[in-house]
Each structure stands twice: as structure tokens, then as C-alpha cells.
């Protein structure tokens, strides 16, 4: 189900977004309706067409060409490679961008590469903040994604209201590599998270509990989340075919345990639940939504 977005007044910028993904798609389609003159760039040229075919703009072979007289280049791929494949070399946004321009990463990589990135675009006179977002497909398609940010201030303060128009929060958390690392604080809570509530449910099922009912009582006390109000139902209902994909958490969480590597935290729950959710692809489950760990309990049971 989709929302009415209203966009808050913000001077036209010129626009480039670069990859066009589940993501990618709707973000760059909220910055052309609030007025914004975007040039898009993706990898597949017929979804970069179907775009422009739904919100006009206009279409880059390279991200070099698209970021040529862009003052803010959003970038939303797949990961630390796909990001550095757009951002440098001689066919890359860096290339073509003017001094002083923003590079506005949204993409969920590691705090290396941001930090590294970070300091190439410091070398050619740009700017570059790392902001991975949180809400999943449908906080991008109605524009309520939650922007966590790591960079310089002055140069966050002049992107920040122009990614509004995909956002309902865009926070500066820190210097260089902190978005990063606060996205993975929040994928970290997430699958313990999803983790307690799947066991939650299917004891409750064992033991003959009307489930529905009792997550609408207990959805009321300490016990709710997120997760329990968007997810718990569809659980119980074994629905997994939406949502943010087990393959895309895996990634993550691959992120998440190499930097406890580096920085010593340790990560018990979200390790062991990194297994789960290798078993959720043993079982086919690769794009299941991340909810589908209750599958894995059931089978198990089975």
C-alpha cells in the first residue's frame, strides 16, 4: 500500500541517481516530483527507460555523464564493488563531477570503502557522505526512508533537504563511515529481533494459542516492535514472497561481523542467526523476506 508523499519547498537542484534497483527506483522518482531536474544512470538500460518513461528526466549511458553538472549525485547499488565501480575510474561519477559537489551514498556497504571514498573525493575537491537507509522497499516507495549519515556538516546540510523528498529522517550521526555503521547497529537489533519473535510464535502455535490474538495483546506492552506489527501476522500466515530479501541480510550481516572483527564487539545472537538464515537458503528462501526464519523453525520441527 502506497502513501501520498508531500514534499517540503526546496529549490530545484540538478539531480544524479545512480542505479535504479528495488530501492533506487522509487528514491530518484520522489526527488523528479519534488521538482528536481534528475539525470539517472543504471547498469540494465530498459529499467533506466521505464523511469524516464514514468517520471520524465533524463537517461546517462555512463555515471560519469550523469553526474556532469549535478550539485548532489545519490548513489543506491548493491555493494562496496558496485558502489566503487560507479564512483571511480575514467567512466565514474567522481570524473565528472564539478568541485564542490555532493556525492550522497545510499547505498548499505561497508565503513572501509565509505572512508576511503570519502578520502578520494576530499583529494579531487568533492564531498562525500555515506547515508545507507532503513525501511525497505515500501519506506522507498512512499518516501519514509530513515537516512543514517556519516561526513562533514556543511556538506550533509546542503543534501539533507534534498533527500528529504525520499525520507522521513536524515541524520548526521558522525564524521566518515558512521551511516555505515549505524545501519548496522540497526540490521544487528533487527534479527535478533526477528530471531525472539518467530520463536515467540511458534511456541505460542504449539501450545494452541490463538497467535493473532495474543500479538494484538501483547502488541500493546513491552513486548511490540516493528517487526511485530508488520511481520508478525504474515508469519503466523507463513507468507514470505515481499519484503526485504534474505540474500540482502546476509550481505549485511557479512558487513556487520567483519567490522566486529576489527573493532573487537562481539556478536553472539546476530552470528548465530547469520547460520539461520544460511539454512533459509538451503531451503530455496534466498528472496523470502527476513521474517521467514519462522520457516526454518517449522522445518526443523517437521
Known sequence: MTTQKTYEPVAPHRIAFLGLGVMGFPMAGHLARAGHHVAVYNRTLKKAERWADEYGGRIAATPREAAQGAQIVFACVGNDDDLRSVALGEH???????????????????????????????????????????G???????????VMCGGEAEPFARAQPVAMAFARAVTLIGPSGSGQLAKMVNQIAIVGLLQGL????????????????????????????????????????????????????RKDLGLCLDEARRNGAALPVAALVDQFYADIQAMGGHRWDTSSLIRRLRHRKG
Open 92 to 134: 565514474g561519477a567522481f570524473a565528472g563531477m564539478e568541485r564542490n559537489a555532493v556525492f550522497f551514498d545510499n547505498t548499505t556497504a561497508s565503513a572501509s570503502v565509505a572512508r576511503h571514498l570519502h578520502h578520494e573525493a576530499v583529494t579531487r575537491g568533492l564531498h562525500f557522505i555515506d547515508a545507507p537507509v532503513s
Open 136 to 146: 525497505g522497499q515500501a519506506g522507498a516507495v512512499n518516501g519514509q526512508l530513515t
Open 198 to 249: 518467530a520463536e515467540g510464535i511458534g511456541f505460542g502455535q504449539a501450545a494452541g494459542l490463538d497467535m493473532k490474538l495474543v500479538l494484538q495483546v501483547i502488541g500493546k506492552g513491552a513486548a511490540q516492535s516493528w517487526q511485530m506489527d508488520n511481520r508478525g501476522s504474515t508469519m503466523i500466515d507463513d507468507k514470505f514472497d515481499f519484503g526485504f530479501a534474505v540474500d540482502w541480510m
